[in-house]
């Protein structure tokens, strides 16, 4: 089965508000995490990534929380934009194994509310 | 810095034809992914290649499925013969670390 799942299918918002999409995962050896952005008719495009060493780290608007008590990652968009409507996912890795390919959730679509 | 390209953007067979996709990387980047991601679905990792040697090839569907990397740059992912549960879009991405940079895929339809 799938060992990174998302908790909410859809996550509707209004223009200006913050957002929190949630990740729960399931594989303990993970030590890498990354969150994407997928538009429509593209392809997955890298927003932020944090190791398991960290438990919070922040972008441009964006930061992401981890919590390897729970298996949880959490992303947290600040002043959402109709720009960021898409199809988010968290994905994860053990990174330096050499055979590090990443296993994705199966997404939250963001709606943002005029 | 150019993207990783795929080619073509889409694709429609009937069931049991051939298909061929093509990738070329990052220039710089060793490790190369076929993703295959189901509508709905986030993307799956079908082959990892480190240059022009698999690194991972676990959930890759090997009686039907197979991919090529020569001289380590581009790549091609081949299904013959395909189903209908082929319909998908692929993926390919490549990375100089740990995370990677996607193509835009390509969608296949099989009727």
């Known amino acids: 089965g799938e060992s990174v799942g998302l908790h909410l299918p859809t996550l509707s918002v209004q223009e200006g508000d913050n957002s929190i999409i949630n990740c729960a995962y399931s594989?303990?050896?993970?030590?890498?995490f990354i969150w994407y952005k997928q538009e429509s008719g593209k392809g997955p495009q890298f927003i932020i990534d944090i190791r398991s060493n960290m438990d919070k780290r922040q972008g441009q608007r964006v930061t992401v929380l981890l919590n390897k008590t729970v298996k949880h990652l959490s992303l947290q968009i600040a002043a959402t934009q109709p720009g960021d409507s898409a199809v988010y996912f968290c994905a994860e890795t053990i990174s330096g194994g050499g055979a590090d390919g990443l296993t994705f959730g199966k997404g939250t679509h963001l709606i943002i509310q005029p | 810095e150019a993207g990783v390209a795929q080619s073509p953007r889409y694709k429609i067979i009937e069931k049991r034809q051939s298909v061929a996709f093509w990738c070329n990387p990052i220039?710089?980047?060793?490790?190369l992914y076929w993703y295959q991601q189901i509508l709905g679905q986030g993307p799956k990792l079908l082959i990892q290649?480190?240059?022009?040697?698999?690194?991972?090839d676990s959930q890759l569907p090997k009686d039907r499925f197979s991919a090529e990397r020569l001289k380590g740059v581009d790549s091609t992912l081949k299904i013959q013969p395909a189903k209908l549960e082929d319909s998908a879009v692929y993926l390919c991405?490549?990375?100089?670390?740990?995370?990677?940079?996607f193509g835009q895929g390509t969608r296949l339809t099989v009727v």
């Open positions: 290649f480190q240059n022009n040697g698999v690194v991972d």
């Open positions: 594989n303990s050896a993970s030590d890498y």
């Open positions: 991405a490549s990375s100089l670390e740990v995370w990677a940079f």
């Open positions: 220039s710089g980047h060793a490790t």
